[in-house]
């Protein structure tokens, strides 16, 4: 039986009922809350043992393993519901590109643990970069003599400052030079790391390992009042979930009739979220049905993939068969064909049989191509976001719950994962600061999940933008080959209004008519490759792609400059232009954006004292004027690099300031860094990054210790071009020292000239409590 029920919004006056909003001074939720909720069997609740934890997780995707091993890292103990078997779960390729912000915070995750390696067992798996570089065009995958096209992206280096990272149409074989440009010092990389491609169930399961070695099972000695261990079942569906406003506890039922209680739910379960469409009811805003599409996952005999050149992504312009189809590792491949409901259907127009001959007129009509058909799934690619990210009792939606996007761009994973980067250091403050009865007695969860809506929303929103655009750039491709893609829905159209006189089985077989007339002409691609239709092809294409109006691969200021502040969040693209998304921004400092990444020296006492510090992938030499042995670190998520087990979660206060100003007996920093923590309730840890100048005296080891502020402060030294690569605002620009506030996240929080107590606090507030002052 469903029960519905009401967190109450009512003033307490007359009647003592909570009231779950937040001030009137905030914006409500626009989803009702009348909160839906699948009752639980009183009678089996009653006979069964709850486990209590602090959060529990649905969903076993790569948000929600990911969401668990920050968890993990922050010592807050968690919960994580899975429906399916991890053989089930980790079996069938999806998304396949992490770009440089989830390579960045997956190095910082993994430098929380770093005896599992995690970054380095992801960064193992992954193909050699020049099997996934380029996008090939073509009749098929496997004619090199025939293909049209070939575009190769700058995916073997960190993404460059004000450059173009669009991909570049060539010819040639001779792809290695096209991009190399390592050791010239006059690019500025915006990260230390560059992007990755790897399989989503591959990458899901170096994950899972990664937690589930440190999921230890519960002792059947320990008593009932000692705390939850962490732990991951896969195998159990949530099926009812029940919110009690006395305890303020959420129960959750699974298909097992296991039962469990949290205060905070993190929905990672997916686009057909039972939690938000179900429990919540939050609608999503955007386009539904962009364009039907069916999955083809197959795998080649390793014979057939050796005659398959390398590619990330191959496009088959086919007279049997119009597809992209996505390489994600050796022999093993998805195919994304599209339908047109109604007059097409998965049921009678992709059988076994139908898409056999799909795929191997895809793999060029050999006979010994040999292939394994794995799986004919159906999908629906849409562009939604949800219109709420949170309820106000303490459910959370982050991944593919939250946001839905076109693939073209591959933002959906990504999203999800920058989402729990987001979200999980709030719920390890809230956990910190929590009471005997697990409130918090700092923060409340509407705070947190009002903040949380207002700096992940809009990112989504953009970037769902963005993948629409993608998606056009996909239909600008076709159109070169003279498929306009209006054109099957004119023609659907003008057959539905047809319906009152003409049967349906009539109308579909004059689409099927029309749909085979239209891909006709493709089969000269093939036949006649030097012909007049495919020289025309080839030269609209090479017009297209060669100006750049193809699918790119990298998106710097989506991946790397998007911003948390409501006052600087400029919209960077309007819908519908092709403008800037390819082109790279410059360094720069400002609060809400990503603390800018600058190549940094740590000398060897510095890294014994916070041994989190990641030495940086690609280095150069070290200053002329250090005599010492120095190690390259990045200045990005500085926060997570300098934390400890004992404190996995802080902020961090930097003094940026030139070698020539410092005063060794300084300690108004360590001051700084103490009088913040104190007022704020927060961690916070000191940095110093000390800009130094080539005439600068040499800085042996016993002069560097002079610079060391303790335990409690890090010193890391800069290059001076380094620093004045970074663009600071306008008020800060000829201050000769500059003070900034990292959050957990990697985020700047504030940027000031001076070290104002009051503005720091006041602005970290903005950030971490309530958007207006407590009173």
Known sequence: MIRRFRVHTSSSKGGGRRNWLPSTQRKKPSWSIGTRCFSLDAKIVSSKQQEKYPVVIVGGGPTGLFMAHMLQSYGVPFLLLEAHSPEKRFRHPQAHFLNSRSMEILK???????????????????????????????????????????????????????????????????????????????????SDVSVGHLAQHTFCKILYDAVLERCPERQGDESEKSPPSNKILFGNRVVACDWDETTRDWTIQTNNNNFFQTPIIVAADGARSFLREKVLSIPMDGQTTIQNLMNVHFRLSEQAEKKVPKAMLYTVFSKQVLAMIVRHGPGDYVMQIPYFAPYQTPKQDFSMEKVKGMVKAALGGEGNMEFELLSIRPWTMGSLVARDYFSNNGLFLVGDAAHVFPPAGGFGMNTGLQDVFTLAWRLALLHMTSGTNGTSTRFTLEDFGYLYQNERQPVARNNAALSVRNYQRVLGVMESCYLNHQHPKALIAALDATSPFIPFSARRQTFETLLQAALLPLGQLQVAPHGFFANR????????????????????????????????????????????????????????????????????????????????????????????????????????????????????VVEIMFFNNLNIDDSSLALLGRELQDSLGLPFLSVRLVVICDNDSSINNNSLKDFMGGCNTATLFLEKEEWKSVTLPENLRASSTVYAIIRPDGHVAAVTSSNSRNHMIQEVRKNVYKSHERS
């Open 108 to 190: 910082c995750a993994s430098r929380l643990h770093p005896s599992h390696s995690m970054y380095e067992k992801i960064r193992n798996a992954m193909p050699p970069v020049k099997e996934w570089n380029s996008f090939l065009f073509g009749p098929d995958m496997t004619s090199k003599d025939k293909m049209i096209a070939k575009v190769v992206h700058p995916v073997n280096r960190p993404l460059l400052a004000n450059r173009d990272a669009n991909g570049i149409l060539t010819n040639t074989a001779a792809d290695d030079e096209i991009f190399n440009e390592e050791g010239n010092r006059s690019f500025i990389p915006l």
């Open 537 to 652: 092809v080839k030269k609209n294409l090479h017009r297209l792609l060669g100006s750049g109006q193809g699918l790119p691969l990298l998106f710097p200021q989506h991946e790397l400059q998007f911003t948390y502040s409501e006052t600087e969040r400029k919209r960077i693209a309007i819908d519908g232009e092709f403008i800037n998304d390819t082109k790279a921004p410059s360094r720069c400092l400002s609060v809400g954006t990503l603390f800018p990444h600058m190549s940094a020296w740590a000398t060897d006492d510095t890294l014994e004292v916070f041994p989190r510090l990641a030495q940086c992938e690609s280095s150069t030499s070290v200053p002329t004027v250090f005599t010492s042995t120095l190690t390259q670190v990045s200045t990005r998520d500085l926060a997570v690099q300098l934390s400890s087990k004992h404190v996995p979660c802080l902020f961090c």
